[in-house]
């Protein structure tokens, strides 16, 4: 009786909560920079104020303050001393953590990925500088991040997340985002990319590395001639060359412009290479990152500063606290062993991965569909 009331409590939401904010928070914690430090002010304890305002939604200057860990002027001045390595480093620790959950698995065949690569934008209030953009979409000054997700892998699990610099072209993101992936171990079979990559440079770049892609591709004075006159209930494969200007001159080149019919969006058109017409339809998965930005940003500590590290860290605190509830749902249940974590059942342990799932479920919001 005693055993089975130690299990129930172990598995109990609040227990599993604070062991999910512990362990990320130590994982913050080891990559905070060692200037931080002090007797008002350790590393642990501000690594866990950063967690709890992200799942209070909350500043964390004024979190610190209310739970008692620091006042609101230690809490700023230790957050000014975070530099660029800190979220650099947890970076590679969340790609290093995603492809753990893509690489655990029962089958020995190798895993070609579908990898969906977009950006995302932070609202900013201060001073344009390099890393400030103008969001012709929200009409004000922002942050604008490039990440890289798998998608269609049961979950939309994030690889990395950077922020964008001014001048910097679509070609470049693609290409950074693939370096991450391979830098992982992780094998992309196909990219997945919006209207926004539809260029020249980008599709040279990803033929030249022989990755297949499917882009969206923008109704151009071209596409549409060619649209004209098509049959609405069948699926068109027609040959498409495009051109334009690269930074090595004027430059061509042939890809599979796929075209079928939907009616609530009209004529869907994308520009593929390397894939089949029928495995073109795939693209509809490149949503899961939309939806997995949305997540991550959904639920995120506040903050009045201009510094981009500090703001990106925060955004990564969200990536990893979203990345923990995808652990408890993609990892198999542990197997009976020493260790007392492990002596639950199989089906113990899916009760207390379930219950994880529906604690962070609402902290985090609905999770994104199962594909």
Not at 42 to 49: I, P, V, Y
Request: charged share 25%.
């Amino acid at each position: 009786m005693k055993k089975t009331m130690n299990k129930v409590r172990a598995a109990s939401p609040k227990f599993l909560r604070n062991q999910t904010v512990k362990k990320v928070s130590n994982t913050i914690a080891a990559h905070l920079p060692r200037e931080i430090r002090g007797w008002k002010l350790s590393r642990e304890e501000l690594s866990s104020t950063l967690v709890e305002a992200v799942l209070m939604d909350a500043h964390p200057t004024k979190i610190a303050e209310v739970l008692g860990v620091a006042d609101e002027d230690t809490v700023s001045y230790q957050l000014r001393k975070i530099g660029w390595k800190c979220p650099e480093r947890l970076n590679q620790e969340i790609g290093t953590t995603a492809a753990k959950l893509l690489k655990n698995r029962k089958s020995r065949k190798p895993l070609l990925l579908l990898l969906a690569v977009d950006s995302t934008e932070i609202n900013y209030w201060g001073k344009p500088n390099l890393w400030v953009h103008y969001s012709h979409l929200k009409k004000r000054m922002v942050h604008r991040f490039a990440g890289a997700s798998v998608v269609g892998y049961r979950r939309c699990i994030p690889l990395s997340l950077k922020p964008i610099p001014l001048a910097v072209f679509p070609e470049d993101i693609v290409a950074q985002m693939l370096n991450d992936a391979e830098k992982l171990g992780l094998r992309v079979g196909v990219v997945l990319l919006d209207r926004w990559f539809h260029s020249v440079e980008v599709v040279l770049l990803l033929k030249n590395r022989s990755t297949p892609f499917i882009i969206g591709a923008r109704k151009t004075k071209r596409v549409k001639q060619l649209l004209q006159g098509l049959d609405r209930n069948r699926l068109h494969i027609l040959p498409y060359t495009m051109s334009g200007q690269t930074s090595s001159g004027y430059a061509e080149t042939d890809v599979t412009l796929v075209a079928f019919w939907r009616k609530d969006k009209g004529w869907v058109t994308l520009a593929c290479w390397g894939v089949t017409a029928k495995e073109a339809r795939m693209y509809s998965l490149r949503w899961g990152i939309e939806t997995c930005f949305r997540m991550i940003k959904h639920y995120r500590a506040r903050t009045c500063s201009p510094s981009l590290p500090l703001r990106w860290l925060l955004l990564l605190t969200s990536t990893l606290l979203y990345l923990a509830y995808l652990h408890s749902l993609l990892l198999p249940p542990p197997k009976p062993g020493a260790e007392e974590t492990a002596a639950l059942s199989s089906y113990e342990a899916f009760a207390v991965s379930t219950i994880l799932a529906w604690l962070l479920t609402l902290l985090l919001e609905d999770p994104p569909p199962l594909i």
